[in-house]
């Protein structure tokens, strides 16, 4: 959007988010792409953390997907919560509806589908819920910064697969 922000398809979304949103968001995408992971690394030792990915080129539900695929015994990761930086889900509506009769219809970044491709979105990573909101405690208040709790492991074959 930065770019657009500068050219002839800012008006595509102008309609749902200011230039001073946009500046405000960028500042958010900066910060989180500018963490270190060091500190969710240690919490993840400490929560007994099993399983672990970066979340960038594929999006969270195409790591979601890897992750799972790559466990000993089958299972299927639910995402209940997508976060998403303030402003970018209506940007990412907007842009689809301008485009919808253009010569890529329908395409956008798929943000809100799970599926935008991040610069680097984070970590996503598997451990017993018993300890995930003691985990996203200690990371939060390490970092300064917001972490979630974005979904569960189920066995292959339950509610949700």
Not at 37 to 48: D, L, S, V, Y
């Amino acid at each position: 959007l930065l770019q657009w922000a500068r050219g002839d398809k800012w008006s595509r979304v102008e309609s749902v988010i200011t230039r001073e949103q946009l500046a405000g968001a960028m500042c958010t995408a900066t910060e989180s792409m500018a963490r270190l992971n060091r500190h969710a690394a240690k919490a993840m030792t400490e929560h007994g953390a099993h399983a672990a990915t970066d979340v960038t080129g594929f999006g969270l539900l195409g790591h979601a997907t890897n992750l799972a695929k790559s466990q000993k015994a089958p299972v299927h990761l639910r995402i209940h919560t997508l976060p998403i930086i303030r402003h970018m889900a209506e940007a990412d509506a907007a842009y689809k509806r301008a485009t919808a009769s253009g010569s890529s219809p329908g395409r956008n970044f798929r943000l809100v589908e799970g599926h935008s491709a991040e610069t680097s979105g984070g970590l996503l990573v598997c451990m017993p819920k018993d300890r995930a909101d003691a985990f996203v405690k200690a990371v939060s208040e390490a970092d300064g910064q917001p972490a979630w709790i974005v979904g569960d492991v189920l066995e292959a074959g339950t509610a949700g697969d």
